[in-house]
């Protein structure tokens, strides 16, 4: 059985939180190296470029893959919501039609 809507949106939430505190994370990281560039730290300056750089890049670059999947996600959720509304819309035109139809017979 599928989820309620509410559900997934819950869901889908809780990753961005998730996805938020990577960021942060991160950015913790970048503050330290710009620290280091402050008090002239060359050593741990240059430790990051050569040794963690390329694993932030990658973090980030994950991060933005992810938040895409949810807004992919959300997007579908939106529709979905939209395509039952239109539905139970044309239903009770449809219904009502008939409704109209039974009393001119």
Avoid: P, W
């Avoid at 059985?1 to 996805?19: H, I, S, V």
């Avoid at 710009?34 to 240059?46: E, P």
């Amino acid at each position: 059985m599928q989820r309620n809507n509410n559900e997934e949106m819950f869901t889908q939430a809780c990753k961005l939180t998730n996805l938020a505190d990577h960021l942060n994370l991160a950015e913790m990281l970048l503050d330290n190296v710009a620290v280091s560039r402050d008090n002239k730290d060359n050593g741990a300056v240059h430790y990051f470029l050569n040794k963690e750089l390329d694993s932030v890049q990658n973090n980030i670059i994950n991060i933005q893959k992810q938040i895409q999947e949810i807004s992919d996600v959300l997007t579908d959720i939106y529709n979905e919501e939209d395509n039952l509304q239109e539905s139970t819309k044309n239903t009770s035109l449809f219904e009502s039609l008939e409704v109209e139809n039974d009393d001119v017979r």
